[in-house]
Structures are given as C-alpha cells and as structure tokens.
C-alpha cells in the first residue's frame, strides 16, 4: 500500500513539472488567479492574524479520483521582506495522493498565512509537507470576537479554506508543496531561484505582479 502510495505521488510531481513547461501568459493568468482567490479571503482572518504575517502561501488545487486519488494544481508563496516590503510571488506546485474508497471531484482554494521566518525557507529543500514540516490550523476569524485565539497564533501555518464540490472517502494521504523553479524562470526571465527572488530584489517586478503585492502591503504592511 505505501509503495503504490509513493509511485502515484511520484507520477503527480513528475506531471506537475511537466505542467510547469506552460508559456508565461499561462503562468500570469496562475498568479493572476491566486491574487483573486487572495481578494476573495481578505476579508476572512483576524486583524492578530494579518498582523502576524511573515509570508503567506495561496493555493488553488483540484481533486479527483475512484479508488486512488489524486490532488494537483499550483500556487504563489510571498514573504514579507526585513524592510517590510513584501516579496515577488514565486509560483509553486502542489500534489496530493490518496488510497481507499472515495470518489467524486472538487476545487479548493486555500491561503496560509505564515507567522516565522523559518517555514517559508524549507522550500529551499525543494518541497514541504503542509501539517509535517510545519504545523498548521484552521486560523481565526475576523467574526470571532470574542476567542482567545493568543496560542492559535503562533501556529507557523494559519490555514483558510474553501472547498467547491463533493468529494468522500479517502484512507490514506500524503500532500506536499514542491518549489517550481522552471515556471519562475519563464516568468521573470532569470535564472535566479527561489531564495533569490523571495528575499532580494535583484529582479524587478513586472506590471503583471505588481497588483498581488499591493493588495498584500496593504493587507500586512
């Protein structure tokens, strides 16, 4: 079961690489997505908990399966710089791979919100395990007035989620975030990688970027 559990992830990572092969309009049209999903949640956490943020991760998945299942699609990770201006965003890949009984298909769209220094920088190893190599929870809301939410925050990982469609079962899963370099070459026309683009500004953001860093000084200048 773990050996077939290992070969369907090493297929979705191979197929999410080759995905990453897309022209740059395609890759615009990602982070241009990630930016709207990052509009539609703004409103959703604490005021404590966009104060906190160090960096913030946007996903935008898909999922889908009978008896194996499996969870593709891409996103955008962001840091706030020690100047306090936020970083580019550098695309990711992110998998999923299930076994057991379970069927049907669904969207689901995520942001966490990252509250050290440190968890963005274990992609620096080329992938992280959500909830293994960083621990996450369901972050607090802006309606939640009254929860004492002092222990939730320091949580590395505050998750938001929303999930369009029915999916069920699943026994088994593994999930990891995988760092996309070849996407982020065609996007900004360099070779730098991942740290590079996140904590230099050796590169300068094009027109196309610019609005989802905005909307992120404003969010947690």
């Not at 802006?142 to 989620?161: F, G, M, S």
């Amino acid at each position: 079961m773990k050996k077939l559990l290992f070969l369907l992830l090493a297929a979705l990572c191979t197929a999410s690489f080759t995905r990453a092969e897309v022209n740059r309009a395609e890759l615009v049209t990602y982070v241009e997505t990630c930016e709207a999903i990052l509009q539609e949640f703004q409103a959703k956490p604490s005021r404590e908990a966009w104060q906190r943020a160090k960096g913030v991760l946007i996903l935008n998945q898909f999922k889908g399966g009978l008896i194996l299942g499996v969870k593709g699609g891409y996103g955008v990770l962001m840091v706030k710089k020690p100047d306090g201006q936020w970083s580019l965003p550098v695309l990711v890949n992110a998998s999923e791979a299930s076994v057991g009984l379970q069927f049907g298909a669904t969207r689901i769209e995520s942001i966490f919100i990252i509250t050290d220094e440190k968890t963005p920088k274990i992609l620096f190893n080329q992938r992280m395990n959500l909830g293994v190599d960083a621990k996450a929870v369901a972050g607090p809301l802006a309606a939640e007035k009254e929860r004492n939410n002092a222990d939730i925050l320091k949580t590395p990982l505050l998750a938001y989620t929303k999930t369009v469609g029915l999916y069920a079962g699943a026994t088994i899963k593994a999930g990891q975030i995988v760092r996309n370099d070849p996407a982020n070459f065609a996007l900004y026309s360099t070779n730098y990688t991942m740290p590079e683009l996140l904590y230099s500004d050796w590169v300068k953001a094009p027109d196309e970027v610019r609005p989802i860093m905005a909307l992120m000084q404003k969010l947690a200048p």
